[in-house]
């Protein structure tokens, strides 16, 4: 380890499928590795159900972004665990990882597995919604592989599964789950792996997923709108990926356009600033008020270095607590990742 740290690798990724499963081995790495100084990130796969309270302690010295964690859940139909041989709750699982975001300091990963003997897509749309539930960075949906010796593939005949004939085996149908409901679920995961899992979009995601019964219905509703646009047979721009949402919601949720555009904007500027503001979202400060923010402000601030931006809602308190609020306010946007909220011209509040 001290060889990667030394040579600066930017990640390196533990290939134990469950790296926490001898207590004595995983806390002694874990503890040389926070004491390292290095910005090397760490990638372990780890059963968060058997974490014991002396880990959580431990990883909660952990600097932020040290580590990442791959939490294996799969499904939350305990009959399907059962029958892969997974005896493990899942109530034990979300317990564990709510522990580790709370603390705040590392990036966790949850993967579910469509194609597994027994789940349809039923009960798939509820190991999703409750995984979502959860709030993990990342989401990632698999489709089963049945590799050669595996275990799965010696019982794809009872179990009805069919699969791809070339590596990796992909899964093609099972008896509980068709080609066609596999094929929605692809939907799901390009929709969840673009919009979820960048954590580019989480704004607006919090917003119009409301619109929804579940999170699920919110991705294959997506899923389907960018298949009849055909967004799958093209590569879409940057910022398409942003006005998507505004077109979705003139044809499918149809909230207030002007609200929602204001939502977009803040997250297309939390990480596009200097790409310059698309038409489509529009300038939400005149030239004269700016000008004014400017003159009141310049001795403490560079305005090369920032974007001034307003908004029609209370931002700010839609971001804290999810309530939309219509009261103009305005922001400074830093080229360095800075949002600051400009409070009646003088009185400045930085976000943290």
């Known amino acids: 380890m001290q060889f990667f740290i030394d040579k600066k690798v930017r990640l390196v990724k533990f290939v134990d499928r469950t790296f926490n499963c001898n207590f004595k081995f995983s ?11 290095t910005k090397t990130q760490f990638h372990f796969e780890i059963s968060a159900d058997i974490l014991k309270p002396q880990e959580l ?10 580590f990442q964690f791959e939490v294996g859940v799969q499904t ?4 399907v665990l059962n029958r892969i041989n ?15 975001l709370e603390i705040k300091n590392i990036k ?22 409750d995984v979502y539930s959860i709030e993990p ?16 593939r010696e019982e794809a005949e009872e179990y009805g599964m069919k699969y791809s004939p070339y590596p990796p085996y992909e899964i093609i149908s099972t008896k509980d789950i068709s080609y066609d409901e596999l094929l929605i679920l692809k939907k799901v995961e390009s929709m969840v792996d673009k919009y979820y899992n960048s954590q580019k979009f989480n704004n607006i995601i919090k917003i119009l997923v409301k619109c929804f019964d579940t999170p699920y219905d919110f991705y294959l509703e997506l899923g389907n709108y960018f298949d009849k646009k055909g967004y799958f047979d093209r590569n879409i721009g940057n910022s398409e990926y942003y006005k998507v949402f505004l077109d979705f919601n003139m044809e499918i949720t149809k909230l207030d356009n002007k609200i929602l555009r204001d939502i ?6 939390m990480f596009n600033k200097r790409r310059g503001m698309p038409e489509f979202l529009g300038k939400g400060v005149g030239k004269e008020k700016e000008n004014e923010f400017k003159d009141r402000l310049r001795e403490k601030y560079s305005f090369k270095d920032y974007y001034v931006e307003g908004f029609c809602i209370d931002i700010n308190k839609y971001i804290k607590t999810g309530e939309i609020e219509e009261r103009e306010s305005y922001f400074l946007f830093g080229y360095d990742g ?8 003088v009185n400045i509040k930085e976000n943290k």
């Open 76 to 79: 939350t139909n305990d009959d």
């Open 57 to 66: 302690e431990l990883l909660r010295k952990a600097p932020k972004d040290r």
């Open 86 to 100: 997974r005896f493990v709750n899942f109530s034990d699982i979300k317990e564990k990882v709510v522990e580790l």
């Open 27 to 37: 806390t002694a790495i874990w503890e040389f590795l926070i004491n390292a100084e």
């Open 264 to 269: 977009v904007k803040y997250d297309y500027l």
């Open 137 to 152: 960075e990342e989401i990632q949906l698999g489709f089963l592989k049945l590799l050669r010796g595996s275990s799965m």
């Open 108 to 129: 966790q990963h949850l993967d579910l597995i469509a194609g597994l003997p027994g789940e349809d897509i039923v009960s798939f749309k509820k190991s999703f919604n």
């Open 338 to 345: 800075d949002i600051i909220e400009i409070d009646n011209l």
